[in-house]
């Protein structure tokens, strides 16, 4: 087992979880290789190599942002090892809903490849403003609009929220949402679905799953399963602040689907045209982008139960 550390995850709280489960996992006799990571680059080498080191299962442990650099790592080497995954990181999506029974020194973890199952994935291709193209995988979400900016805003925190996030998961992501609510405008953009037609639309939010969770602890009640070969897709329409408000609350508590300003789809492509370019975010990393077209790679990968 190679498990690619990013000790910088969460505001740098990373190291200390991470000490405590190594403790834990030398005591459960588990063998295992550490490889230490600051970048993607980093990742994609030991990744790459992992197999003729012996390795089957790849760990990620970090946040949502390590595991999908471990994912890309998988898929763009072809590398044939099942994806584990240890959550150090701030929101742990990845790793939702959590279970008591798969903790270890109190930190949910993914490590049984023997239960391992093969999981879709989605792969965008992304052209950012400049129409460069590139392509990215991601195994949990997509998202654009509010939620998207959210994000942006969390990756590149102000003071407030810097120190938040060493303190409080949840007032830090309360602070961003209020922050990017505050700041938002609708977004106008071509959406086509499959083989329809491009149509345009205007909107607070979309999110394209292949997993309910997302911005630790807001959930989707819309069905989507991890190997049926579809996105939900979820649009928020165009709304106020306080409805923006008020269906985050519900979110928190499962109530999407029959809203006031909701719509929700089944898509196994999607495709996306926006002037000017918006924020584009995939498993909690986020790009600046004008278009993406986005489809389910049924089965991709193999990820630990």
Not at 188 to 211: N, V, Y
Not at 229 to 246: H, L, Q, T
Not at 284 to 300: L, M
């Amino acid at each position: 087992m190679l498990i690619v550390v990013n000790e910088s995850a969460h505001a740098g709280n990373a190291a200390g979880r991470w000490r405590k489960v190594a403790t834990a996992l030398e005591k459960r006799g588990v063998s295992f290789e550490v490889a230490p990571t600051r970048t993607e680059a980093d990742a994609a080498r030991v990744v790459a190599d992992a197999p003729r080191r012996g390795h089957q299962v790849v760990v990620a442990a970090g946040g949502d942002g390590t595991v999908n650099g471990v994912l890309n790592a998988i898929l763009a080497n072809n590398v044939d090892v099942a994806l584990g995954a240890i959550g150090l990181g701030s929101s742990n999506d990845f790793h939702q809903p959590f279970v008591k029974e798969k903790r270890i020194a109190g930190v949910p973890a993914r490590l049984d490849s023997v239960a391992a199952m093969r999981v879709d994935v989605g792969r965008a291709t992304l052209t950012d403003p400049r129409g460069a193209t590139r392509t990215r995988f991601f195994v949990l979400n997509a998202s654009l609009g509010v939620v998207a900016q959210g994000n942006a805003f969390f990756n590149a925190p102000d003071r407030v929220l810097r120190a938040l996030k060493k303190t409080s998961v949840d007032l830090a992501i309360g602070y961003a949402a209020v922050v990017s609510i505050k700041r938002f405008r609708p977004i106008a953009l071509s959406l086509s679905l499959d083989d329809r037609p491009p149509q345009p639309i205007a909107l607070t939010a979309m999110g394209i799953m292949k997993q309910v969770y997302f911005a630790g602890g807001m959930h989707y009640d819309t069905p989507v399963g991890a190997d049926d070969g579809v996105f939900a897709v979820n649009v928020w329409e165009v709304m106020d602040r306080w409805s923006i408000v008020a269906l985050i609350v519900a979110l928190y508590q499962g109530r999407f689907s029959g809203r006031k300003h909701t719509q929700t789809h089944r898509a196994r492509r999607v495709r996306i045209s926006a002037a000017p370019p918006i924020d584009f975010e995939l498993d909690g990393e986020v790009s600046k982008i004008s278009q993406v077209d986005v489809e389910v790679v049924p089965r991709a990968v193999r990820v630990c139960a």
